[in-house]
């Protein structure tokens, strides 16, 4: 899935080539891609006809465009989604699902998404902690790279939890943005297992981990993102090539990058965890 570097590519791409543009028509070719729209179909494209979208934006893996009147298109992309500019005649792709058109008749914005997980709803922009955030994610905690994240009081949640610290890293209230990949990138630059327990981290382990968090991120999305496989693109089509600098994920029985030891996988709620059993020892009461 999609984690904040790749989204951010995503939006800075949504930013470039549709923020200014007036919606002149929107077709739902499928109608599960609108799902969370409980409205349905017809009051999804009606509504945007003639809307402007003022801005792209992002809020951990969700992102939305900003529309007049205090409203937003709010999408996820689930496992498969993709937001793709595309010239007016382009061939449809295969899995097309929603199309935009806009009034100067440039190029379209068309939501495609192989597996009809992710998909788009309109929602309400409410005042938030100093923002206008859609409704429906406004419980979503800030993320790493956020200017207004705030480590200190990121660290003092993150301690204060009971459960394993990549759990913690995972609960998209407490930090977001952060999924699968980079969790375990970050634990292994901060040496910390992911089944640690929260409650006996240090202040400055809570600290090491979500730097790392922050700069794993930053690198990806220097880098594009990670492309595992053709699913995740930017709006042109493009993959990202982060994942091969990745250090631990993915990378199960090939060395440690840093100590040489052959990394470990371990189940991990219905997903994997990748670490260094060396650099990243395990908590004495899971021995």
């Not at 599960?32 to 893996?61: M, Q, S």
């Not at 930053?218 to 699913?231: N, V």
């Not at 091969?244 to 994920?249: C, I, P």
Request: charge should be positive; charged fraction near 30%.
């Amino acid at each position: 899935m999609p984690e904040l570097p790749e989204v951010e590519v995503v939006r800075a791409g949504l930013q470039a080539h549709v923020a200014g543009r007036v919606i002149a028509k929107v077709e739902v070719l499928h109608p599960r891609a609108i799902r969370r729209h409980e409205a349905g179909p017809d009051d999804f494209t009606g509504r945007l006809g003639g809307e402007r979208v003022e801005a792209a934006r992002r809020r951990g893996k969700y992102l939305w465009l900003e529309l007049t009147q205090r409203q937003a298109v709010l999408g996820h992309l689930g496992m498969s989604g993709q937001l793709l500019v595309q010239p007016e005649g382009t061939p449809d792709e295969k899995h097309l699902r929603v199309r935009f058109r806009f009034a100067d008749g440039g190029p379209e914005l068309r939501f495609v998404d192989q597996r009809t997980f992710g998909g788009l709803a309109l929602a309400d922009l409410v005042g938030t902690d100093g923002e206008l955030l859609p409704s429906t994610i406004a419980h979503i905690g800030r993320d790493p790279m956020d200017p207004a994240f705030d480590p200190e009081v990121a660290v003092r949640a993150l301690r204060s939890r009971r459960t394993e610290v990549k759990r913690a890293l995972l609960d998209q209230t407490l930090v977001s943005g952060i999924g699968n990949i980079y969790a375990d990138e970050a634990l292994w630059r901060a040496r910390l297992h992911w089944a640690r327990p929260t409650e006996r981290l240090t202040r400055a382990q809570g600290t090491a981990v979500l730097s790392a968090a922050t700069e794993v991120m930053a690198e990806a999305l220097r880098a594009g993102g990670t492309s595992f496989d053709a699913l995740y693109v930017n709006v042109n089509g493009q993959s990202g090539y982060f994942e091969r600098s990745l250090n631990v994920y993915g990378r199960e029985d090939r060395p440690c990058r840093r100590c040489g030891t052959p990394i470990r996988r371990e189940p991990f709620m219905n997903r994997s965890s990748y670490f260094c059993p060396r650099c990243q020892p395990k908590p004495r009461k899971l021995l």
